[in-house]
Every structure is written in structure tokens, then in C-alpha cells.
């Protein structure tokens, strides 16, 4: 909990002062932020969702966004540790977010509609409906916060487990095994090393996938045609 | 070894897919805050600033444009006066010539009247000698005829009225004959 509380106190500091005097000219500080914003901005949500959209569903997704991959980054942050993802409570909260805002979206738009393009996809005979409904009601309304769920706090988890792994392993080897056993440490510490680096990619590709999919299922909420 | 993993397991323990309530309602609670930030602070500043930008370069370029179409014009303008100007001076050239020209032929005719006139003059004055001329020759033709007759005849003939009409007599008929002879010419 303190780590989520650290995070989220970090996350308000640096988007706060840092946007507190955007500039047209950017300054080096704040080119870096404004790579992260823009990224955010313009390859997951506007390139999704298009522009008029996209800025409806842009604070959420953007906090979305900052939030996992501030999380997911603690675990490799020294004294930390531990991603604020690696337990169930976020993922499950953002992947329940996720959901709401899909089905928000869709209905908010088109209900009638929304709900003909997720339980009856056109363009298959009337008949086969009696299997296809319900597993589209699955796959759509269960399986996508699932596997939203699942998706992040797994990587979390398994990542922790492996540096945990790796460096008790090195922790043993030198110090407990001792003699020859202590070569082995070299290796085990080299795995750490290269599964930490490991880690700071899946943190940022986990917050991208998540904040990705949440966008593409508000897309298709919000298309005319399934 | 076995003591590290344990307390791994131990940290573990419960099932890690049943959510604690704690967990639950913090986790909730750290994504409000972050979102309300977002939402109030960082995606509209984010926007303006964006915005801003984008008029910044587009006010760019129009300057850019309203320069360069300026520059066009002015050059467009000073085109349109060279032009001008060198209609101007070619219109000046022929005004030039043209006068040059009515000022020679002006001159010309005065020099040919003034020749005329010379002309005139000269044969005026030659024709007013020539009568001269005549007039004395005429006298002195008479006198030298009768001279001549007095000679012959050895008689005087001088301050006779007879001889003095004879004289006039001859020189008319001399007169007569040459004016035949003019108009015969």
C-alpha cells in the first residue's frame, strides 16, 4: 500500500509541476514529458479512437496509462521492489474501470446497436446464434476484464518471482554454498541484472497493452459496423 | 536457500487472485486521485499546449505567406513602373525625333523662302540694270549715230528737229524688232 501511495504521490508531482508551464518552445524536461504524453495521446488513444473520441476518453485512459506503468516500474525501483501491480486489487480496479468504460461508451452511443454488434455479429445465419451469442456475451462482458486482470498482474507476479529467484539464488551461492558454488553467483547475478532490464521493457509494454486493448474495446463499443 | 524460498512462500501464501477488500478500495482510491489530476490538470494543459503549438506554426506559415505574397506585389509594382518608365521614355525618344524633324523641315523651308526671296531680289536688281542700261546705251547710241551720220553726210545735223526725229524713228524700229525677235525666240 505505501508503494501504491509513493507512486501515486510521484505520478501527481511530476504531471502537475511538470505541466504547469507548458511551453510553446518546449525545454528539455519538458520534451521528455510531452514524448510521454504525446505517445500516449497520439499512438494509443487518437490513433484508436480518432480525434473526436479520443479526447472524450483521453483523462482516463492517459491516468490509466501512468498509473500501471508507475506501478509496474516500482518493482524494479531499488528499496521498492515490488510492483504496486503484483498484487490483484489494481489490476482487478483497472480492468473493472476498463469494462465500464466500454459498456458506457457503446451504450451511451448506439445501446440497441451496441448490443446487436457484441451478442449478434451480422453476417452469420440466424441459426448459429443460439452457440454464437453466448460465447461473444462471454468473451465480451467476462473474458475481456479477465484477461485484462490476469494479463498484468501475471507479468507483475512472474517478473518479481524471477528477480526474487535470481538474486536469492546469487545470495546463496556466494555466501551459503561457498567455495566453487560461489562461480555460480556470477551467472545468477547476470540473470538478475538482465531480467531487471527485462522488466523495465514488460513494464512499459504491459501499461501499453492494457491501456491499448482498453482503447481498442472502446473503439469497437463505439463502431457502427462490428 | 530453502529459507529464502519459504519466506517467498510465505509471502504468497494466500491465493493471489482473491482480491483483499483493502486492496480492492486502495487500488481504487490511487486511480481516482491519478485521474482527477489527469483530468483536471494534465490532458487540458496538454491540449493547450498542443494547440498553442500548432497555431504557433501555422501563424508561422501565414506570416511566411502574407511576407512573400507582399515581396510578389512589390515586385509586381516595381515591374509595372519599369515598364511604365520605359513606355515613358520611349515616348519621350519619339516626341524628340518628331520635333527634331519639324524643326529641320521648318528650318529648310525658311532657308528656301529666304533663297526664293534672295533670288527674287537679284533678278529684280538685274532687270532694273539692265534697263539703266538700255536707257543710256540708248542716248548714247543716238548721239554716236548722229555723229556718225554728221560724218558721212558732212553736215551738221545736230539740234534739228528733222535729225532728232529721224534718231527716235530708227531706235523704235530697232526696238520693234528686237521685242519681234524676243517673241520670236
Known sequence: MLIRLLVVVVLVLVFWLGTR?????????????????????????????????????????????????????????????????????????????????????????????FIRNSLFPPGINPFLYIIVTPIEFISTFILRPVTLTVRLLMNMVAGHMLLVLCFSATQFFLFTAGGAWGLFSIGTFAFGLAFTLFELLVAALQAYVFTLLTAVYIQLALADEH | ???????????????????????????????????????????????????????????????????????????????????????????????????????IAELKQQAQVEADRITATAHAQIEAERSAALVSLRAEVGALALDLASGVVGEALNDDAKSTALVDRFLADLEASETAGKAGK
Open chain 1, 21 to 113: 508551464r507548458l511551453k510553446v518552445v518546449p525545454g528539455r524536461f519538458q520534451t521528455g514529458l510531452e514524448f510521454l504524453l504525446g505517445f500516449v495521446r497520439n499512438n494509443i488513444i487518437i490513433e484508436t479512437l480518432g480525434e473526436k473520441d479520443g479526447k472524450r476518453f483521453m483523462p482516463v485512459l492517459m491516468s490509466m496509462f501512468f498509473l500501471i506503468l508507475g506501478m509496474n516500474l516500482t518493482g524494479i525501483v531499488i528499496f521498492l521492489n515490488i510492483s504496486g501491480n503484483s498484487v490483484i486489487g489494481l489490476p482487478l480496479v483497472l480492468a473493472v474501470i476498463s469494462w465500464v468504460l466500454f459498456i458506457y461508451a457503446g451504450f451511451r452511443k448506439h445501446p440497441a446497436q
Open chain 2, 1 to 103: 536457500m530453502h529459507n529464502a524460498f519459504l519466506a517467498v512462500a510465505a509471502e504468497e501464501s494466500p491465493n493471489p487472485l482473491l482480491p483483499a477488500l483493502p486492496d480492492l478500495i486502495w487500488g481504487a482510491v490511487a486511480f481516482i486521485i491519478v485521474f482527477v489530476v489527469f483530468a483536471w490538470k494534465v490532458v487540458p494543459r496538454l491540449n493547450a499546449a498542443l494547440d498553442a503549438r500548432r497555431d504557433a506554426i501555422e501563424g508561422g506559415i501565414e506570416r511566411a505567406e502574407a511576407a512573400q505574397a507582399e515581396a510578389s506585389a512589390a515586385r509586381d509594382n516595381y515591374t509595372a513602373q519599369l515598364a511604365e518608365a520605359r513606355a515613358e521614355a520611349g515616348r519621350i525618344r519619339e516626341q524628340a525625333r518628331a520635333d527634331g524633324q519639324k524643326i
